[in-house]
Structure formats: C-alpha cells, structure tokens
C-alpha cells in the first residue's frame, strides 16, 4: 500500500516537474524573443543617434547659430621642463593656503 | 445406447448472440492489436518522420552583415532588420483605400499600386525593406490582404557624406561599389541555420529536437577616414560645382606619414541609400542613367594631370642632379617647336607645338622661376635635360602606370605608354600630357615628396574587427623615391608657387602651403582638345612638416574658371584648412 502510494506521488510529482519545465522553457522562449526585440530597437537607436551626430545635419545648425571655427588659432605652449614661478603652498592638509 | 428423443435440442439464442459478440470484440481486438504492432512497430519509423517533418522547422539564419565606421568610431554603415510588406490582391477588400493610405505613408505612387492590387497577380512587393517604425505604422491600419516579412537592410546613417567612401549593396545586401564591393566577403559573413521542433502556436517545443549552427556575423570595418572632414570636404566640393558650373569635383586628403586616406568625396553626391544622385541637373538628363556618378573618380578615374605632375620631372631633375634650383635656362620663350612648322600650320591637329599658358618675351629663368610660374616650355628643357628613360623611371617610381594597391573598388592604373619613335612624348609627359593618372596617384606622389621622398601605400581601412578582436590591415607598402634633400627643395619650390605663382588661391591662413596648379584641356569623343578642362591643384601643408596632403580635380569647369588656380585651389584651401584644424596642427610660427 505504501509503495503504491509512493510510486503515486512519484509519478504525479514526475509529471509536475515536466509540466514546469515545460513552461520554464516557454517562458525562456519569450524571454529569447523579447531580448531580440531589444536588440532590434537598440540597432534602430543607434542609427537614429548616428543620424543626429551626422556633421550634414550639425553642420547647418551650427552655422545658423552663428558658431564659426576662430579664424586667428593661437597655442599656449608649456614648457614641462621649467619649474613653474609660481610655488603654491600648502597646509598640512593638502589644501592651499 | 440411449436413442434421443423428442423434438431436436436447439440453441440458446442469447447464448449464440453472446458467442458472436465474442468472437466480434475478439476480433476487433485483434484488428487494434495488429494496428497497434503496425503502427508501433512496422511503420514506426516511418510515420515517426512524417510527424517530426510535420513539427520540424529548418530556417537558414542570415549573418548580420559587418558596420563600416570612420576613424572616430562614427556609424558609416549597419544592417538592421526591417519589414517587406506584400499584398495578396484576391484578400484585399478595399483596394483603393489601401492604395491611397500605402501611398501616403510610404511614398510610393498610389495609382500604380491600385493597378496592382486589383491585378490578376497571387502576390504582390508593395514596398522591400521599410524601417520598423515606419512599418509598425502601415500594419497597423490593419488592412485586409497586407502582410509584411522580415528581411535586413542596409542603412547609411551619414547619407550622402561618405558614400564615395561606403558605396552601397543592392536589394539583396551584395555590395556594389565602394567598401561594399571591395569588402564584400568580409563584411558578408558566414550564413547558419536552425532546425527545431515547434508547436501549432510556432513555438519551440522544449525538449524536442533541435540543432543550431549559428551563422557567423561580418567583420566590422574600421576606416580611416574622419567624417567631420569628410563632410566639410563634400561641402566644398559641392560648392565648386555650383560656383564654377563644373561637371564635378573630386576631392582626397591623405596622411602624408601613414598614407591614410582622412576623406575622399566627389560632386554631385549621392544617396546610397535610395542609390540616386542628388544633383538638380539630373532632372533634366536624358536618360536617368547620365546622373548616376556613383564611380568614385578619386580611384578609378584617369585625367591628363597636367602641371601637377611637374612636381616629377623637377623632382627627377634635381635628384639626378640634372640641375640645381638656381640654375638658369637661357632664352626661355612662350612657344617651342618640337616638330617642323608645329607652331605656325594653322591647324590644330598637328602636334608638336607647345606653349606657355600666359604669352611673355623670351627671357632667361632659374629653374625655380620655371616652376613657380609653371612655365611648359622651361619645364620641357628641363625634361630634355633629364632624358626620356630617367624621367620614365621617376614617373614609375612615384607610382604612376600602376595601382597604389588602395584596398577600394577596382583602381585604375592610369596610363604611361611612350611610343617608339614618339618624338612629343617627353615634352608632352614632362607638363603632364600623354600620361593619366587618378587623383590618389597624384596625392600619394606629393605625399612622398612631404614625407621625406618615401612612398607609401594609400590605404582606406584601418582594421577588421570580429569577436575575437582587431585586426589591422596589412601590405602597406612604402619605398624610397628621392633623397630627403631633393624632398626638401621640392617643398620648397611648392611653396613658393602658392606664395608669388600661379597656386595663391590655395594659401592658407596661418600656415605656409605648398602646391601645384594643373591645367589639362580635355579630349573629346572624336580624340581631339576640346575647351573644357580638368583643372588641379595638389598641395600639402605645413610646408616645414606635412602633414596632409590634398588633391582636389574640377571636372569642366566654365571657362573663366577653367585654370587650376581659379577652380580647384580655393577648394584646396578649405579642405586644408579643415584638415588642419581637425588635425590640431599648430600654425606656422607658433611651434615651440
């Protein structure tokens, strides 16, 4: 009697895991398929921002809004190698004083 | 013996009924049994089969095809999935109304999808490969008989800026022109497929039979090219054709160092998404096939190059030491005469007499005043000086009569053919005639003289990058063609043609530029000059350490732009300009 009972419960408890897995896997299938429309929708984003940082649509904005590119360019250029005039002196603390 | 008697014993009747529906169900269940042991046992792996033929689903995954970008890591080129949408014409009810609402969305002309969709045809393309938004919108009218498929397309983000560069592929993703085409099994990848069993929903059955190859995507193409000077280059370009009524205007900026190509554009542009050019003058063409320039001239273009290619023949001259930058050259006149009467015949198919642009008195030049007013006649002598078979080998040496090796679609090699006995093919070759060459020959040859007298490779993709990371190109070749001294003296001399000769237009503020005005008549259907030209001008910058050199043709120009200095040297100067800024090279003067 036991061990009808047993093989019973076996057998029910076998056919629920199935079932379980079953859907486990339905539910990964979606999953999938969600994940690739994700996938999707970032490749169309992508576009769509390399679209807007395109220098033929920035370009004419830029110059509507009067930006220009300095005609006089000018350089500072630091010299590494000489120690600067100006020594700034510090606290104990590593502030400025 | 007991003898029976009395009437015969007969059957029980429900005795016998009982017997027979025995013998019925015994019967039947053996017919089951058999059944069963046929279908279990003796057609088992047949009808096995068929079910799982039933369930069984084989799709052939395309492999996403590989992205182009710019050297900044810009979106040049990428495949998304996008939706073809098909009518079936027997289950569209309301085909006027689909027409005029398809049209709107997408389009296309609503007459001629009408005619369609009330054809006789089972199946109709209404449009291939609309974007997703765009087809979320059409499908959602939810109109009877309209469907849609997935099916990639290539999109080309940058539009008409880097298509010269990108080219395009057909309907079918096969590349066309451009890195497309010279790239194609790179960028294509390797198809996969999966087979699996799927439920009447279309879902995977779990635990049921599957076997995926996965398909193995393109490699990802890393160019070299910058797309903040491509598009200003494009747009000077473009501006060009307008300013001057040229046919087009080409244009290549090149790394003098690396051989780098940082923008290579033409004009008229087009869109290599829609594959039609974008020059208002198409609409009054002919034939729609006259406006579709989407050859890329740079490469697989050859042109006369005219007085650029002095640049050689005074490179030769003095590396052979044929003559020094102050030598003069006595009696220089505007007209010399290589054959008898070439000069005075009055008809203009006979060759042999070649004349300066300007007319001027016979006087004595420095072979530097030769160059800088790009005297022919000066140049000539000092061709002669030089000698055919050395000014050949020099001509060869800087890479003209064959392919740089560029990794684009189908170069040209120009062409360098001295005939035997030719008695104008020195002189002609030494201004630049007889010979044709492609822009990029011309850039990487001023390219060797800014870097020293080496010749490198021109080249346009940097690396190939898949999964297991980046590959650069290799093959890049470089040689030396003259010393670093004669490179130095030929800087020099590019100078002083934009300074006091005849390139001033191409002068860039801030910083000293060398360069070479071309001017070269073209030749007609019927092999003879006519009036149009191919205007030239070749320069790179700063002269004290090139970085960049920029070649810049101007197809037919109207004739008070027909020189080199009016067409194409303002074009150089706000490509150099650009490139320069983009380069972060510091102006002439302000260097530590």
Not at chain 2, 93 to 100: D, F, G, N, S
Request: aromatic share 6%.
């Amino acid at each position: 009697m036991i061990m009808a009972l047993i093989a019973v419960v076996a057998f029910l408890g076998l056919g629920f895991a199935r079932t379980s897995l079953d859907r486990t896997a339905f539910d990964l299938a979606e999953l999938n398929k969600a994940i690739e429309q994700q996938l999707a929708l970032n490749e169309q984003l992508k576009i769509e921002v390399a679209r807007l940082e395109n220098p033929a649509r920035i370009a004419p904005l830029a110059d509507a809004m009067g930006l220009v590119i300095p005609a006089d360019t000018h350089q500072l250029l630091v010299d590494l190698d000489t120690p600067s005039p100006v020594v700034a002196e510090t606290d104990g603390n590593g502030a400025n004083q | 013996m007991p003898v029976p008697t009395g009437r015969p014993r007969r059957l029980n009747p429900g005795k016998a009924r009982m017997s027979l529906i025995g013998l019925v169900v015994v019967a039947a269940w053996l017919g089951m049994g058999y059944r069963l042991f046929e279908i279990q046992v003796v057609r088992a792996p047949e009808l096995a089969e068929k079910g799982l033929s039933q369930r069984l689903v084989t799709r052939e995954m395309a492999p996403q095809r590989g992205k182009i970008f710019d050297r900044n890591g810009n979106l040049l080129a990428m495949t998304v999935e996008a939706k073809s949408l098909f009518a079936v014409p027997d289950q569209v009810t309301e085909p006027l109304w689909v027409a005029q609402q398809i049209g709107g969305l997408l389009g296309v002309d609503s007459e001629k999808l009408y005619e369609r969709l009330t054809s006789d045809s089972d199946f109709i393309y209404i449009k291939r490969q609309v974007e997703g938004v765009l087809a979320a919108e059409v499908l959602g009218l939810e109109m009877e008989g309209v469907f849609a498929h997935p099916e990639p397309t290539r999109v080309y983000p940058g539009g008409p800026v880097a298509a010269h560069v990108t080219g395009f592929v057909n309907i079918d993703g096969d590349g066309q022109e451009g890195l497309e085409l010279v790239y194609d099994e790179v960028l294509r990848g390797t198809p996969g497929h999966a087979e699996y069993e799927r439920d009447r929903a279309g879902r995977v059955i779990p635990q049921g039979y599957t076997n995926i190859v996965p398909a193995i995507p393109g490699k990802d193409l890393m160019t070299t090219i910058d797309l903040p000077l491509q598009y200003k280059a494009q747009d000077a370009c473009v501006s060009a054709v307008e300013r001057t009524s040229a046919q087009s205007c080409w244009a290549v900026v090149l790394s003098v160092e690396t051989g780098e190509i940082l923008a290579m554009v033409g004009a008229p542009v087009f869109d290599p998404d829609t594959r039609q050019t974008l020059d208002p003058r198409c609409d009054q063409a002919e034939s729609p096939d006259a406006c579709r320039l989407f050859k890329n001239f740079v490469v697989r273009g050859i042109y006369e190059p005219g007085s650029t290619q002095k640049m050689i023949t005074f490179a030769a001259a003095l590396e052979e030491q044929q003559v020094e930058v102050d030598t003069i050259v006595e009696d220089v006149a505007d007209e010399i005469e290589l054959l008898p009467d070439a000069c005075h015949s009055g008809d203009d198919d006979v060759h042999g007499c070649y004349r300066d642009f300007d007319e001027h008195d016979t006087m004595d030049m420095t072979v530097a005043e030769i160059f800088t007013r790009s005297s022919n006649v000066g140049s000539i002598r000092v061709g002669q000086e030089l000698g055919e078979a050395t000014l050949i080998e020099y001509l060869e040496a800087f890479g003209l009569g064959s392919r740089t090796g560029v990794d684009y679609s189908v170069e040209a090699e120009g062409i360098l053919r001295f005939d035997t006995g030719c008695q104008t093919c020195l002189a002609s070759a030494a201004i630049g005639y007889s010979v044709a060459v492609t822009p990029l020959q011309m850039a990487a040859a001023y390219a060797a003289i800014g870097n020293d007298g080496v010749w490198t490779t021109p080249h346009i993709v940097k690396s190939q990058v898949d999964s297991e990371g980046e590959t650069e190109v290799a093959g890049i070749e470089t040689r030396k063609v003259v010393s670093p001294g004669t490179a130095l003296l030929m800087r020099e001399l590019l100078a002083s043609v934009v300074e006091e000769g005849t390139g001033v237009g191409g002068a860039v503020e801030g910083y000293r530029v060398g360069g070479k005005t071309g001017t070269a008549n073209k030749l007609g259907e019927d092999n003879r000059y006519t009036e149009d030209t191919r205007a030239s001008f070749v320069g790179m910058a700063p002269i004290s350490d090139p970085e960049v050199v920029v070649a810049v043709v101007v197809d037919a120009p109207a004739y008070e732009y027909r020189t080199g200095g009016l067409a194409a040297a303002p074009v150089f100067s706000q490509i150099m300009e650009q490139a320069l800024h983009r380069l972060g090279v510091s102006p002439d003067g302000e260097k530590g």
